[in-house]
C-alpha cells in the first residue's frame, strides 16, 4: 500500500511522542523501581491511620541497604523529596545509620513511627499517579489522599495557563484585525504587487528567530529607534521614553508580527478562491457595500478566518522562546515552564502534565473552532 | 511543546549512537558549552591531551541542561563519554544516576606538591564530578550610568533605588538572586542558606526583592543580559564575571564587576555512565584537572582555577580579574547546589508566581 | 394566474444608450460607439463573438464599469455615473452567483432585505417567486442541494422578485446543458411574457438569440452590426458577419460580372449565377454569395431553378427528417452544404456521385468581401 510510508510517518511523528507524553504525565515508576520489596509489601497494606506491618518496615530497610550499597540512594532520597519536602534529609539519614549503626528505622527518626510518612511512601510506590497531573493544576495531594489547594505563593502554573491564553487570545484578535485587510488587499493584487505583498508577509520566514529578535529589541526598547525618534522629533520628553519592550507589549507585538503569515496566508486564499460574481451580484440585487461586506464576503471568508485565526492561537500557546526574550517578566508562559521541567528540573512527569493539560486546551479549541467555521462554510 | 522535546531528544540519542559508531573507536567525545569557553578548553586541556595520550577527542557543544544526556543514558544508547556541567546539573545528574563515581584519592597532587585535598577549592570535587573552573554570580554596573563621583560598590548598593536610581537587570531564575536579597537584607553570608530553608527567611528574600521590582527588566539569556548593560536600557545587573570580563576587556565596554558578596559557582567535568571508554574518561579528567591544564585555561578566558597551586602559574594581572582572587573572595559566597536541589522546585515555582504578579 | 405582488414600486423602464465609448487603456477602445434604445418591455440580446464588447456593454449597464464616454438613461434618468446597487436592476448571472452560505429562501430575501421590506412582505414575495419558477417548498435548502437547472431558476427568480427597471442577463444558460437550456428558453420566455420586464440579454449563442429574443443587436468589434427581429436577422442580413453568424450559410466566392439590369456572378468552376446584391457598387468586385443550406436543393435536371451547378456529393448524413449533403463544386475546391427535407421518395445521394444543386435567385444574397472569414458552414 503506498500509503504505508506516511502512516508510519505520521504513527512515529505524531502519534508515538503524544501518547508517550499523556503517558508520562500519569506513569511515575522510578520510585517503585527503587523500592522494589517495599513498593509489593506497601500494595498490601491499607490500613489507614496505623502503622505497616513489621514486614513493611525491613523491606524499606532491605531497599535502602541495596541502594547504598550501589550508591543511588540520592536518586531515591531527590524523588521522595519532590513528593514530599523533607525526605531527602530522612532518607539519606536513615541509610547512613542503616548502613553504619545497623539499627532499626524507628529508632532513627520518629518520622518513621509516624503513619504519614508511611502514607507518602505508599503514594509514591504507585505507578500510575495523578500527583503531576495534580501539580500542573496547582494542586496538591495530601498523605490522607485528600486534594487541597498548592500554598498560595506556588499557585503557578493556572496563572500561566491563563496567561498563555490571554496572550494567545489577543494576539489572535489583533492578528485578525490587522491581516483581514491585509489579506483583502493581497487577495485582489495581481502580478509584481502580489509578488511584493508576498515577500513582505512572508518577511518573518525568512529571518532566524535570534536575528527578528534582536531587531525588535533595537527597534523597541528605551533607547532603541523609535523612542530616539519620539524624543528627537519633541514629542515626548527624554524621561518619559516609551516602555515597549520587556513588558506585555513586546510579548504581543513581537508574536503578532511573527504569527500574522500565519493568518493571512490562508485567509487570502480562502478569498482568492471565493468568485468575484458573489459580490457583483449582492451589488446589483441593491446591497450597499457595508451590506456586501456583512451579509455576502464576510461570512464566505468565516473558513478563512476560522483557519487562519486557530492557527495563530493554537501557535500562540506553544510560543515561549520569543516572549521569553522580549516578554520581561510577563514573557513568562506554560511553555516556559514546560522547558524548564524538561531541560533544567529533570522533572518530565510534570512537563508531561502540563503539556497534557495543554494538548487538551489546544484539543477544545480546535473543536470549538471548528463548529464556528462549520456554520460559514463554503459548499460548491 | 514537550512532545517535540521528547521527540527531539530521543532522536538526538539514536542519531549520536549512529554516529558513534562510524567513530574511531579510541576516541573521546566531550561536550560542553561550546564558543569562546570550549575554545579555551580545546587549547588548553583537549589538544595537550591528545598530544600526550595519543586519543583523539571530539569535541560536542550542547546548550547545558541535562535532557539529552537523561535520554542517552536511559535509552542504553550513550554516545557522550565526558561532559562539563555546572554545579546544579552535576548534583542533579548525580543524583539521577547519570555519572560514574570519581575517587578524589585518584587525583594527582598539585604541581608544587599540595595533595589534591588541600590543592582543590572546598566543595569543587564532587562524588561525580572534579570541578575545573570557577566562574561567579557578580553584579556589574554600567559605568557611563552612574556620572557621580559615588558609584555603587556593594550589593546594598544594588538595592538601593534612592541613591542609585536606574534600572536594574534581574535573571527569570532565582538561583544567586534570594541568597543576595538576604545578604542585601543583612544578612551574612555564612547564614544564608540557613535562613532561606526557612519559610520567614524565604519570605524575607522576596520582600527585599519586591523593593526593586517594579525598575527591573528580567533577562533570559546570559547574552541578554550583556546587552540590556551595554545598551544602557539597565544601569546594573545581576551578571555572570566572564561575559562582563570579555564585554570589558575584549570590546572596551564601560562595565564594572562589582566583586562584593560574589557568589562563585564551579563547572565540572563528568564522566557519563555508560561510557565506551570509562579508563580513558579517567585518565582525561585527571589530566584535564592538573594545575598546568587549570592554569592554562584560565590564561584563555575569565574563569578562576579550582586548584589554589594553578594559581601561582598565572600572571598576577590577569589572576586578579578572576574570581578565585583573595580579594576578590575575601566575602564571597559559595553556591550551594545541594541548598538548590533540595528547595528548588519550591523556589522556582514561587519565584515564577512572584514575577507572574 | 398566479397573484402578483401588491406593491408595485417599479414597472419596466426604456433603456436608452449615447454614443457609449470604453476603453480601458485609453488607447484601444473596445466599445466603440454605441447607440441603442430599448424599449419597456422589450426581450433585447446582444448577439456576438467574444471579444466583440457585448460583456463590457454589460458591466457598464450594470454600473461595474463606467463608460469612457457617452449616457446611459433608464427611463428619464441618467444613470452612467451610479454605483449598482442604486440602479435598482436585477441581474443573472452565467454561473448563477447564490449565495453558498444562504438557503434558498434568503438568496431570495436578499434584495428585498436591502430595501427595507417587512417581513411579511418580503415572506410573501419570496412563496411568489418560487411558484413563478415552479420551485415552490424549496427555500430551506442550500442552493448546493440543487440541481444546475434549479439553481438558474432561483437565479432568475431572484432578479426578478424586487421588480426591477431591467433585468440583464450574462449567458444565463452557458452552464447547463443542451435539454436543460431548451428548457430553460421556455422558461425565460414565458417569464418574460407574464412579467413583461425589460431584458437585455448577452449570450453568444444564436440560436438563443433568434429563439428569445423580440430584437437581437449582432455586435462586432465593438460596434452594432445589425439591430433587427430575429427573422429580419435571417432572412435579411446586413453585412456578410450577420449572415454567417446568424445561421448556417454556404459562403461561395465570386466576382460580379453584371449589376444592371440583373446581378450576376462568376463563382468557381466558371459558372455564372444570379443573387440579390447587398453593397455592391461596382463590376468586378471581389464579393461572396450566400445561399442557406436549406435553400440549396439538389435538383433533378438544370432547369427547375434559375440557379443551378455542377457538384461531386463529398459527405451524406441522414437525419432522419432530413438530409444533409456535403458537396463540391465541379472544377473547383468550393465545398457546399445543402440540406433537405426527407420525403422518402428519392434516393439518398452516395458519396462521389455527380450531383445538380440549384437555388431561386432570391434566397442567394452577395455581399462584399469584407476581412472577416467568419463561417457557419461548420
Given at each position: 500500500?503506498?500509503?504505508?510510508?506516511?502512516?508510519?510517518?505520521?504513527?512515529?511523528?505524531?502519534?508515538?511522542?503524544?501518547?508517550?507524553?499523556?503517558?508520562?504525565?500519569?506513569?511515575?515508576?522510578?520510585?517503585?523501581?527503587?523500592?522494589?520489596?517495599?513498593?509489593?509489601?506497601?500494595?498490601?497494606?491499607?490500613?489507614?491511620?496505623?502503622?505497616?506491618?513489621?514486614?513493611?518496615?525491613?523491606?524499606l530497610a532491605d531497599d535502602l541497604r541495596t541502594l547504598d550499597r550501589s550508591g543511588r540512594v540520592a536518586?531515591?532520597?531527590?524523588?521522595?523529596?519532590?513528593?514530599?519536602?523533607?525526605?531527602?534529609?530522612?532518607?539519606?539519614?536513615?541509610?547512613?545509620?542503616?548502613?553504619?549503626?545497623?539499627?532499626?528505622?524507628?529508632?532513627?527518626?520518629?518520622?518513621?513511627?509516624?503513619?504519614?510518612?508511611?502514607?507518602?511512601?505508599?503514594?509514591?510506590?504507585?505507578?500510575?499517579?495523578?500527583?503531576?497531573?495534580?501539580?500542573?493544576?496547582?494542586?496538591?495531594?495530601?498523605?490522607?489522599?485528600?486534594?487541597?489547594?498548592?500554598?498560595?505563593?506556588?499557585?503557578?502554573?493556572?496563572?500561566?495557563?491563563?496567561?498563555?491564553?490571554?496572550?494567545?487570545?489577543?494576539?489572535?484578535?489583533?492578528?485578525?484585525?490587522?491581516?483581514?485587510?491585509?489579506?483583502?488587499?493581497?487577495?485582489?493584487?495581481?502580478?509584481?504587487?502580489?509578488?511584493?505583498?508576498?515577500?513582505?508577509?512572508?518577511?518573518?520566514?525568512?529571518?532566524?528567530?535570534?536575528?527578528?529578535?534582536?531587531?525588535?529589541?533595537?527597534?523597541?526598547?528605551?533607547?532603541?529607534?523609535?523612542?530616539?525618534?519620539?524624543?528627537?522629533?519633541?514629542?515626548?520628553?527624554?524621561?518619559?521614553?516609551?516602555?515597549?519592550?520587556?513588558?506585555?507589549?513586546?510579548?504581543?507585538?513581537?508574536?503578532?508580527?511573527?504569527?500574522?503569515?500565519?493568518?493571512?496566508?490562508?485567509?487570502?486564499?480562502?478569498?482568492?478562491?471565493?468568485?468575484?460574481?458573489?459580490?457583483?451580484?449582492?451589488?446589483?440585487?441593491?446591497?450597499?457595500?457595508?451590506?456586501?461586506?456583512?451579509?455576502?464576503?464576510?461570512?464566505?471568508?468565516?473558513?478563512?478566518?476560522?483557519?487562519?485565526?486557530?492557527?495563530?492561537?493554537?501557535?500562540?500557546?506553544?510560543?515561549?522562546?520569543?516572549?521569553?526574550?522580549?516578554?520581561?517578566?510577563?514573557?513568562?508562559?506554560?511553555?516556559?515552564?514546560?522547558?524548564?521541567?524538561?531541560?533544567?528540573?529533570?522533572?518530565?512527569?510534570?512537563?508531561?502534565?502540563?503539556?497534557?493539560?495543554?494538548?487538551?486546551?489546544?484539543?477544545?479549541?480546535?473543536?470549538?473552532?471548528?463548529?464556528?467555521?462549520?456554520?460559514?462554510?463554503?459548499?460548491? | 511543546?514537550?512532545?517535540?522535546?521528547?521527540?527531539?531528544?530521543?532522536?538526538?540519542?539514536?542519531?549520536?549512537?549512529?554516529?558513534?559508531?562510524?567513530?574511531?573507536?579510541?576516541?573521546?567525545?566531550?561536550?560542553?558549552?561550546?564558543?569562546?569557553?570550549?575554545?579555551?578548553?580545546?587549547?588548553?586541556?583537549?589538544?595537550?591531551?591528545?598530544?600526550?595520550?595519543?586519543?583523539?577527542?571530539?569535541?560536542?557543544?550542547?546548550?547545558?541542561?541535562?535532557?539529552?544526556?537523561?535520554?542517552?543514558?536511559?535509552?542504553?544508547?550513550?554516545?557522550?563519554?565526558?561532559?562539563?556541567?555546572?554545579?546544579?546539573?552535576?548534583?542533579?545528574?548525580?543524583?539521577?544516576?547519570?555519572?560514574?563515581?570519581?575517587?578524589?584519592?585518584?587525583?594527582?597532587?598539585?604541581?608544587?606538591?599540595?595533595?589534591?585535598?588541600?590543592?582543590?577549592?572546598?566543595?569543587?570535587?564532587?562524588?561525580?564530578?572534579?570541578?575545573?573552573?570557577?566562574?561567579?554570580?557578580?553584579?556589574?554596573?554600567?559605568?557611563?550610568?552612574?556620572?557621580?563621583?559615588?558609584?555603587?560598590?556593594?550589593?546594598?548598593?544594588?538595592?538601593?533605588?534612592?541613591?542609585?536610581?536606574?534600572?536594574?537587570?534581574?535573571?527569570?531564575?532565582?538561583?544567586?538572586?534570594?541568597?543576595?536579597?538576604?545578604?542585601?537584607?543583612?544578612?551574612?553570608?555564612?547564614?544564608?542558606?540557613?535562613?532561606?530553608?526557612?519559610?520567614?527567611?524565604?519570605?524575607?528574600?522576596?520582600?527585599?526583592?519586591?523593593?526593586?521590582?517594579?525598575?527591573?527588566?528580567?533577562?533570559?539569556?546570559?547574552?541578554?543580559?550583556?546587552?540590556?548593560?551595554?545598551?544602557?536600557?539597565?544601569?546594573?545587573?545581576?551578571?555572570?564575571?566572564?561575559?562582563?570580563?570579555?564585554?570589558?576587556?575584549?570590546?572596551?565596554?564601560?562595565?564594572?564587576?562589582?566583586?562584593?558578596?560574589?557568589?562563585?559557582?564551579?563547572?565540572?567535568?563528568?564522566?557519563?555512565?555508560?561510557?565506551?571508554?570509562?579508563?580513558?574518561?579517567?585518565?582525561?579528567?585527571?589530566?584535564?584537572?592538573?594545575?598546568?591544564?587549570?592554569?592554562?585555561?584560565?590564561?584563555?578566558?575569565?574563569?578562576?582555577?579550582?586548584?589554589?597551586?594553578?594559581?601561582?602559574?598565572?600572571?598576577?594581572?590577569?589572576?586578579?580579574?578572576?574570581?578565585?582572587?583573595?580579594?576578590?573572595?575575601?566575602?564571597?559566597?559559595?553556591?550551594?547546589?545541594?541548598?538548590?536541589?533540595?528547595?528548588?522546585?519550591?523556589?522556582?515555582?514561587?519565584?515564577?508566581?512572584?514575577?507572574?504578579? | 394566474?398566479?397573484?402578483?405582488?401588491?406593491?408595485?414600486?417599479?414597472?419596466?423602464?426604456?433603456?436608452?444608450?449615447?454614443?457609449?465609448?470604453?476603453?480601458?487603456?485609453?488607447?484601444?477602445?473596445?466599445?466603440?460607439?454605441?447607440?441603442?434604445?430599448?424599449?419597456?418591455?422589450?426581450?433585447?440580446?446582444?448577439?456576438?463573438?467574444?471579444?466583440?464588447?457585448?460583456?463590457?456593454?454589460?458591466?457598464?449597464?450594470?454600473?461595474?464599469?463606467?463608460?469612457?464616454s457617452g449616457e446611459i438613461r433608464f427611463g428619464d434618468s441618467d444613470v452612467s455615473r451610479l454605483p449598482?446597487?442604486?440602479?435598482?436592476?436585477?441581474?443573472?448571472?452565467?454561473?448563477?452567483?447564490?449565495?453558498?452560505?444562504?438557503?434558498?429562501?434568503?438568496?431570495?430575501?436578499?434584495?428585498?432585505?436591502?430595501?427595507?421590506?417587512?417581513?411579511?412582505?418580503?415572506?410573501?414575495?419570496?412563496?411568489?417567486?418560487?411558484?413563478?419558477?415552479?420551485?415552490?417548498?424549496?427555500?430551506?435548502?442550500?442552493?448546493?442541494?440543487?440541481?444546475?437547472?434549479?439553481?438558474?431558476?432561483?437565479?432568475?427568480?431572484?432578479?426578478?422578485?424586487?421588480?426591477?427597471?431591467?433585468?440583464?442577463?450574462?449567458?444565463?444558460?452557458?452552464?447547463?446543458?443542451?435539454?436543460?437550456?431548451?428548457?430553460?428558453?421556455?422558461?425565460?420566455?414565458?417569464?418574460?411574457?407574464?412579467?413583461?420586464?425589460?431584458?437585455?440579454?448577452?449570450?453568444?449563442?444564436?440560436?438563443?438569440?433568434?429563439?428569445?429574443?423580440?430584437?437581437?443587436?449582432?455586435?462586432?468589434?465593438?460596434?452594432?452590426?445589425?439591430?433587427?427581429?430575429?427573422?429580419?436577422?435571417?432572412?435579411?442580413?446586413?453585412?456578410?458577419?450577420?449572415?454567417?453568424?446568424?445561421?448556417?450559410?454556404?459562403?461561395?466566392?465570386?466576382?460580379?460580372?453584371?449589376?444592371?439590369?440583373?446581378?450576376?456572378?462568376?463563382?468557381?468552376?466558371?459558372?455564372?449565377?444570379?443573387?440579390?446584391?447587398?453593397?455592391?457598387?461596382?463590376?468586378?468586385?471581389?464579393?461572396?454569395?450566400?445561399?442557406?443550406?436549406?435553400?440549396?436543393?439538389?435538383?433533378?435536371?438544370?432547369?427547375?431553378?434559375?440557379?443551378?451547378?455542377?457538384?461531386?456529393?463529398?459527405?451524406?448524413?441522414?437525419?432522419?427528417?432530413?438530409?444533409?449533403?456535403?458537396?463540391?463544386?465541379?472544377?473547383?475546391?468550393?465545398?457546399?452544404?445543402?440540406?433537405?427535407?426527407?420525403?422518402?421518395?428519392?434516393?439518398?445521394?452516395?458519396?462521389?456521385?455527380?450531383?445538380?444543386?440549384?437555388?431561386?435567385?432570391?434566397?442567394?444574397?452577395?455581399?462584399?468581401?469584407?476581412?472577416?472569414?467568419?463561417?457557419?458552414?461548420?
Amino acid at each position: 500500500m503506498l500509503v504505508v510510508p506516511l502512516l508510519s510517518f505520521i504513527a512515529v511523528l505524531f502519534v508515538v511522542p503524544i501518547a508517550t507524553m499523556l503517558w508520562k504525565g500519569i506513569y511515575d515508576a522510578e520510585v517503585a523501581d527503587l523500592l522494589p520489596a517495599t513498593t509489593r509489601s506497601l500494595a498490601l497494606w491499607s490500613d489507614e491511620g496505623k502503622l505497616p506491618p513489621a514486614a513493611s518496615l525491613a523491606a524499606l530497610a532491605d531497599d535502602l541497604r541495596t541502594l547504598d550499597r550501589s550508591g543511588r540512594v540520592a536518586e531515591l532520597s531527590f524523588r521522595m523529596n519532590r513528593k514530599r519536602h523533607g525526605f531527602r534529609d530522612l532518607i539519606e539519614r536513615s541509610a547512613i545509620r542503616l548502613r553504619d549503626e545497623g539499627t532499626k528505622l524507628e529508632d532513627i527518626d520518629s518520622r518513621w513511627s509516624d503513619p504519614v510518612s508511611w502514607q507518602v511512601l505508599k503514594q509514591a510506590t504507585e505507578v500510575i499517579t495523578p500527583d503531576h497531573l495534580l501539580n500542573a493544576l496547582d494542586l496538591d495531594r495530601m498523605p490522607d489522599g485528600s486534594i487541597n489547594r498548592q500554598d498560595e505563593g506556588r499557585r503557578i502554573y493556572l496563572r500561566l495557563l491563563g496567561r498563555t491564553i490571554l496572550v494567545a487570545a489577543i494576539v489572535t484578535c489583533i492578528c485578525v484585525v490587522l491581516g483581514y485587510p491585509f489579506a483583502h488587499i493581497l487577495a485582489a493584487a495581481k502580478g509584481k504587487r502580489r509578488t511584493v505583498l508576498l515577500f513582505v508577509v512572508l518577511l518573518p520566514f525568512w529571518t532566524s528567530l535570534l536575528v527578528r529578535t534582536t531587531a525588535w529589541i533595537v527597534l523597541l526598547q528605551r533607547q532603541g529607534v523609535i523612542n530616539e525618534l519620539l524624543v528627537s522629533a519633541g514629542i515626548i520628553a527624554d524621561r518619559h521614553r516609551f516602555a515597549l519592550i520587556y513588558n506585555f507589549s513586546g510579548t504581543i507585538i513581537t508574536m503578532v508580527y511573527v504569527l500574522l503569515p500565519f493568518f493571512v496566508l490562508p485567509l487570502q486564499a480562502v478569498m482568492r478562491g471565493i468568485p468575484g460574481q458573489y459580490v457583483k451580484a449582492a451589488a446589483s440585487l441593491g446591497g450597499s457595500p457595508i451590506r456586501v461586506f456583512q451579509r455576502i464576503y464576510l461570512p464566505m471568508t468565516m473558513p478563512g478566518v476560522a483557519a487562519g485565526a486557530s492557527l495563530v492561537f493554537i501557535l500562540s500557546l506553544g510560543y515561549y522562546v520569543t516572549p521569553a526574550l522580549v516578554g520581561g517578566r510577563t514573557g513568562q508562559l506554560i511553555s516556559n515552564q514546560i522547558a524548564f521541567h524538561i531541560q533544567s528540573s529533570l522533572n518530565w512527569g510534570l512537563a508531561a502534565a502540563l503539556g497534557t493539560i495543554l494538548l487538551a486546551l489546544v484539543a477544545a479549541m480546535c473543536l470549538l473552532l471548528s463548529r464556528f467555521a462549520g456554520q460559514g462554510r463554503i459548499t460548491p | 511543546m514537550s512532545a517535540s522535546r521528547f521527540l527531539c531528544a530521543t532522536s538526538v540519542a539514536i542519531l549520536s549512537a549512529c554516529l558513534s559508531s562510524v567513530q574511531a573507536a579510541d576516541a573521546l567525545t566531550i561536550v560542553s558549552y561550546g564558543g569562546q569557553y570550549t575554545a579555551s578548553q580545546q587549547k588548553a586541556q583537549y589538544e595537550p591531551f591528545t598530544r600526550q595520550s595519543g586519543v583523539e577527542i571530539k569535541s560536542v557543544d550542547y546548550n547545558g541542561g541535562l535532557a539529552e544526556l537523561v535520554a542517552q543514558v536511559r535509552s542504553g544508547s550513550v554516545s557522550w563519554d565526558v561532559i562539563d556541567v555546572e554545579m546544579q546539573d552535576l548534583e542533579r545528574g548525580c543524583a539521577d544516576g547519570l555519572f560514574e563515581r570519581i575517587d578524589i584519592g585518584e587525583l594527582p597532587a598539585g604541581a608544587d606538591g599540595t595533595a589534591a585535598r588541600e590543592d582543590f577549592l572546598p566543595g569543587s570535587v564532587h562524588p561525580c564530578g572534579v570541578g575545573s573552573v570557577v566562574w561567579s554570580n557578580v553584579i556589574a554596573i554600567n559605568d557611563e550610568a552612574f556620572t557621580d563621583s559615588r558609584k555603587p560598590q556593594t550589593v546594598e548598593d544594588f538595592f538601593d533605588l534612592k541613591s542609585f536610581p536606574g534600572k536594574r537587570g534581574l535573571p527569570k531564575r532565582p538561583n544567586a538572586l534570594l541568597e543576595w536579597a538576604l545578604m542585601a537584607d543583612g544578612i551574612e553570608p555564612a547564614a544564608v542558606y540557613q535562613a532561606l530553608s526557612t519559610p520567614q527567611g524565604l519570605d524575607r528574600a522576596f520582600r527585599k526583592l519586591d523593593t526593586i521590582k517594579e525598575e527591573s527588566v528580567f533577562w533570559e539569556t546570559g547574552a541578554q543580559m550583556i546587552q540590556l548593560l551595554v545598551d544602557g536600557e539597565v544601569a546594573m545587573s545581576s551578571a555572570y564575571n566572564g561575559r562582563i570580563q570579555r564585554a570589558i576587556s575584549d570590546d572596551g565596554k564601560p562595565l564594572r564587576i562589582l566583586w562584593d558578596r560574589q557568589i562563585w559557582n564551579a563547572d565540572y567535568y563528568a564522566i557519563v555512565r555508560g561510557t565506551h571508554d570509562k579508563d580513558a574518561a579517567n585518565r582525561f579528567v585527571r589530566f584535564a584537572t592538573g594545575t598546568e591544564a587549570l592554569a592554562a585555561q584560565a590564561r584563555l578566558i575569565a574563569y578562576g582555577p579550582v586548584r589554589r597551586s594553578a594559581e601561582a602559574l598565572i600572571d598576577p594581572v590577569i589572576a586578579a580579574r578572576l574570581p578565585t582572587a583573595k580579594a576578590n573572595l575575601r566575602n564571597a559566597l559559595a553556591f550551594d547546589a545541594k541548598w538548590w536541589m533540595e528547595h528548588g522546585d519550591a523556589v522556582n515555582e514561587r519565584y515564577a508566581a512572584w514575577l507572574a504578579q | 394566474m398566479m397573484s402578483q405582488p401588491s406593491t408595485e414600486n417599479s414597472a419596466s423602464k426604456p433603456v436608452t444608450l449615447r454614443s457609449i465609448v470604453k476603453s480601458y487603456d485609453g488607447k484601444t477602445a473596445v466599445v466603440k460607439g454605441i447607440d441603442l434604445s430599448v424599449a419597456a418591455g422589450e426581450f433585447l440580446t446582444i448577439l456576438g463573438p467574444s471579444g466583440s464588447g457585448k460583456t463590457s456593454l454589460l458591466m457598464m449597464l450594470a454600473g461595474f464599469e463606467l463608460p469612457s464616454s457617452g449616457e446611459i438613461r433608464f427611463g428619464d434618468s441618467d444613470v452612467s455615473r451610479l454605483p449598482p446597487h442604486k440602479r435598482n436592476i436585477g441581474m443573472v448571472f452565467q454561473h448563477y452567483a447564490l449565495f453558498p452560505h444562504m438557503t434558498v429562501g434568503q438568496n431570495l430575501a436578499f434584495p428585498l432585505q436591502v430595501r427595507g421590506y417587512d417581513q411579511v412582505e418580503i415572506a410573501r414575495r419570496v412563496a411568489w417567486a418560487l411558484e413563478l419558477v415552479r420551485l415552490a417548498g424549496v427555500e430551506s435548502r442550500r442552493p448546493a442541494q440543487l440541481s444546475g437547472g434549479q439553481q438558474q431558476r432561483i437565479a432568475v427568480a431572484r432578479a426578478l422578485i424586487f421588480r426591477p427597471e431591467l433585468v440583464l442577463m450574462d449567458e444565463p444558460l452557458g452552464a447547463l446543458d443542451k435539454q436543460l437550456r431548451e428548457q430553460m428558453q421556455e422558461e425565460i420566455a414565458r417569464l418574460h411574457r407574464d412579467l413583461r420586464p425589460t431584458v437585455i440579454y448577452v449570450t453568444h449563442d444564436q440560436s438563443e438569440a433568434i429563439a428569445l429574443s423580440d430584437r437581437v443587436a449582432v455586435f462586432d468589434s465593438g460596434r452594432i452590426s445589425q439591430i433587427a427581429p430575429p427573422r429580419e436577422l435571417y432572412e435579411a442580413p446586413a453585412s456578410a458577419f450577420v449572415a454567417t453568424f446568424i445561421g448556417e450559410n454556404n459562403r461561395i466566392p465570386a466576382k460580379a460580372v453584371d449589376l444592371c439590369p440583373f446581378a450576376r456572378f462568376v463563382i468557381p468552376g466558371d459558372r455564372f449565377v444570379s443573387a440579390v446584391p447587398i453593397g455592391i457598387e461596382t463590376k468586378g468586385a471581389d464579393c461572396c454569395v450566400m445561399v442557406r443550406p436549406e435553400r440549396l436543393h439538389f435538383l433533378a435536371c438544370q432547369q427547375e431553378l434559375a440557379n443551378s451547378i455542377d457538384a461531386v456529393v463529398t459527405g451524406v448524413t441522414y437525419h432522419g427528417d432530413s438530409i444533409r449533403i456535403r458537396a463540391e463544386i465541379t472544377g473547383s475546391t468550393t465545398e457546399l452544404i445543402s440540406r433537405q427535407a426527407n420525403d422518402g421518395q428519392r434516393p439518398v445521394p452516395r458519396i462521389g456521385e455527380p450531383i445538380l444543386l440549384g437555388w431561386r435567385t432570391e434566397d442567394a444574397r452577395a455581399f462584399p468581401n469584407t476581412a472577416h472569414q467568419h463561417s457557419a458552414n461548420t
